[in-house]
């Protein structure tokens, strides 16, 4: 494919990506947001403790193979197929083990409404299964567009039905509906819209063949899964469900964000990179273009969210969930981090370095453990903000093969990233200044001042510090707003 083509296929794959993440999680944001007006903090936190385990159990049946099949070279219907039927397998085993093991988790937490809530909830595992080789194939083809289709329908069904049970008092058994109806919407409105469906062949040699590349990237999801979720099973026992339900409300913001660009730009990348492999000078500079642009439009809207966060939650949560307020702050800042790491990953699993992945997650895992143990013997916040800090700390070790492989070590990256965190850290602080000054006026109205005055803030300083990144996203949108004009 020339470098034309594949960079247009790549902005057009960025674009519908982008939207598709955009437009389903902005629809489930709503939803949230609605839902935690007629949920309590307590009955949130019920259904993240299950989604915890479910989560764990969806990384063998999502994770690997997926990855496999978008960095193999020459991926056919058999390769997809083969992988699809024997996920759907694995699924049947671990939902086995999730409704022997829902017994011991209410007993455990001492919430006895959670072992018919586990049986029933860990069935997304099955067309989790499907929807994972389904999004595979989306990522390798770049056909995006279908994925945003599928994903905004899905959110509208699965929203629906959930507010419809919540307001019909199903309590907690709302948000079991909302995933449910999701996994199913989805894996169904994939079948629609995506050119892919699976056939009746099962090759355990090309299994085999991807295992030995996928195996590595599991054993990697999985510590990273278990430990990223950790901190909700301690602070479910340790504490309460209703202190869980603040932090993941807390998280969420954050992560909304980070997530949707980060999801993006990792899907539309792994498959950018990957067909650039033997290139190695054309990926370092693909890299160190995703982390400017990344790092230029993701820290400024999480450092404003960190700005606007008791704002936001009272304009939308209500005073009830203030406590998440804390929360939310230091995941802002956990997350500025999501930038390096995305883009160092998905460079190291494009050149097929797997073995590397594994052992950058072990390491990170330790720092993960020992700053959890340190954080645990005082109190939530500070096990949460050592959380934080162990994420700065990561991005050191996940850059560190790069300067090797790439000759783009974190030095580097750390030059390309300050110029839009210094920035975005000076907006933050107006934006928390120009709150303090505004006195008692409406929430709302006092939200979308700071809010576009952030905006403001950080273009006016974009624009008079020369930034690189926002000239070039100048000089690439600017030319298609004119040709959109002179087209009308």
Known sequence: MADAEMKQKVVKGLFWKILENGGAQGVQFVIAILLARLLTPSEYGV????????????????????????????????????????????ALGLYGVLWLAAGPIAEFYEIQVLKPIVRVLAFVLFPGAVISVQTAYVSRNLEFKGLFLSTLAASLVSGAISIWMAYSGWGVWAMVGQQLSYYLALMG???????????????????????????????ASLLDTIFNNLYGLLIGKIYNEELLGSYNR?????????????????????????????????VRQMVRRAVRLSSFVVLPMLMGLFGVADTLVLALLGGDWLVCVPFLRIMCISYCFWPIHITNLQAINALGRSDVFLKLEIVKKILSLGALLVGMRYSVYVMVGLKAFQDFLCTFVNAAPNRKLLKYGIFHQWMDVMPPAALSAVMCVAVMAAGGLMGEISVWLKLILQIFWGAAVYVLLAWAF???????????????????????
């Open 47 to 90: 259904v993240g403790i299950i989604m915890i385990f479910i989560t764990i159990a969806n990384v063998f049946v999502q994770n690997g193979f997926s990855t496999a099949l978008i960095q193999k070279k020459q991926a056919d219907q058999v390769d997809f197929s083969s992988v699809c039927w024997f996920e759907l397998a694995l």
């Open 189 to 219: 409105a994939l079948f629609v819209t995506v050119s892919w469906k699976p056939r009746l062949c099962l090759s355990m040699r090309r299994i085999g063949e991807m295992f030995s590349f996928g195996w590595k990237l599991l054993c």
């Open 250 to 282: 807390g998280e969420q913001f954050p992560k909304l964000i980070a997530s949707n660009l980060g999801a993006a730009i990792q899907a539309v990348l792994l498959p950018a990179f990957s067909a650039k492999q033997e290139d190695l000078g054309q």
């Open 466 to 488: 020369r930034l690189e990144s926002f000239r070039y996203l100048r000089d690439m949108v600017m030319p298609r707003l004119k040709r959109g004009g002179n087209r009308a």
